[in-house]
């Protein structure tokens, strides 16, 4: 590791367009379309159209390309988890965030400091992407979505095992699924694979495509189709996914007595679920809790922690209890609605 007399924020630092590496001549997750950048994963908040050059997974790439129709005239770089490239006088490696499909931190190391940028990760398994690899690091940057105390996630098959009563409590109604199309909809479809169900789970048109990219990179999701080719179908007793807007949408009036399921970490707060019309909050989070992230912050055992978004405040509070020299960079352009 470095020595102290190189202060990291001279060759990595905040700016309006997004944090930047001066001596690599690159942003990490900018904020608008620049000349280089490196990419943790493939959400709109963090993946933007328009750059000029794109670093980032193989599993990224291919999502940004299926998202932003002028990804094929960006020089795109793929970098797997285990590779490592130079970019300027930087050297750049890819570990697993466990997020979503793809999605990874950014080890960067110069004169032998080495920062992380975590992008958005959880450490619970997922079987959509590869787990959460903790860093040894001079400086580890993280997410603060969660990051409070009162923030506990429940199990996930706890979660799932809710839907899956509520299936079997009423037959004759149809469970509409709230899911962000990219990470929760191919996430909820494998936990509940996972605890057997083996039925065809139906899919709203917005999340067909990126489900087609899922099988496409080897995730199993066994039989899905799109609710808009059922013809004859009267959807009773069934799961449909859709994304949580649609729950309220005239597109939900075909479906039987529908129940209205949101799954995201936000539906353990009472005024959210309310907000989002959830009958059955269910409390499934693609980000690290309030125990996760504090036991990461041990693990990867960083003398400095950045905080980007969230609730910066309080886990700089916590990071200084233990010990540690903690900031908050307050970067904007960061979405906390999917959860």
């Known amino acids: 590791m470095a020595t102290d007399s190189l202060n990291p924020r001279s060759w990595l630092y905040p700016t309006p367009r997004g944090l930047y590496c001066e001596p690599g001549g690159f942003y990490v997750d900018p904020a608008v379309a620049v000349d280089r950048a490196v990419i943790t994963h493939g959400h709109g908040d963090h993946a933007r159209p328009g750059h000029r050059a794109a670093l980032a997974t193989p599993e990224t790439l291919a999502i940004m390309r299926a998202r932003f129709e002028g990804m094929p005239d960006t020089a795109q770089q793929s970098l797997k988890y285990s590779e490592t490239v130079r970019l300027g006088e930087v050297e750049v490696r890819l570990a697993p965030a466990g997020h979503i499909l793809g999605s990874a931190q950014a080890v960067l190391t110069w004169r032998g400091q080495r920062i992380v940028v975590s992008g958005d990760f959880k450490r619970r398994p997922d079987p959509t992407c590869p787990p959460f690899e903790p860093v040894p690091c001079d400086v580890f940057i993280t997410e603060a979505t969660f990051a409070l ?191």
Not at 174 to 194: E, P, S
Not at 205 to 230: F, K, N, T
Not at 262 to 273: I, K, L, P, Q, T
Not at 312 to 331: C, K, M, N, Y
């Open 149 to 339: 105390p009162v923030f506990h996630h429940p199990s996930d098959a706890g979660e799932i095992g809710k839907l899956l009563r509520s299936i079997t409590t009423f037959p004759e109604r149809t469970h509409l699924v709230g899911v962000y199309a990219l990470g929760k909809c191919q996430r909820v479809i494998r936990l509940l694979r996972a605890a057997g169900y083996d039925k065809r789970i139906w899919l709203h048109g917005a999340l067909v495509s990126l489900c087609r990219l899922y099988q496409e990179h080897g995730i199993d999701l066994g039989d899905v189709a799109p609710a808009s080719e059922a013809i004859l179908e009267t959807f009773r007793g069934a799961i449909v996914l859709c994304p949580p807007g649609a729950i309220a949408d005239r597109w939900s009036r075909r479906f039987a007595e529908p129940i209205s399921a949101v799954c995201s970490g936000w539906m353990g707060v009472r005024a959210r679920a309310r907000q989002r019309g959830a009958e059955l909050p269910l409390v499934i989070s693609d980000h690290a809790d309030w125990p996760e992230l504090s036991q990461t912050l041990k693990d990867v055992g960083a003398p400095k922690v950045w905080v980007t978004h969230g609730r910066e405040e309080a886990l700089v509070f916590h990071a200084r209890s233990l010990g540690i020299e903690a900031e908050a960079l307050h970067l904007g352009g960061r979405d906390e609605e999917d959860g």
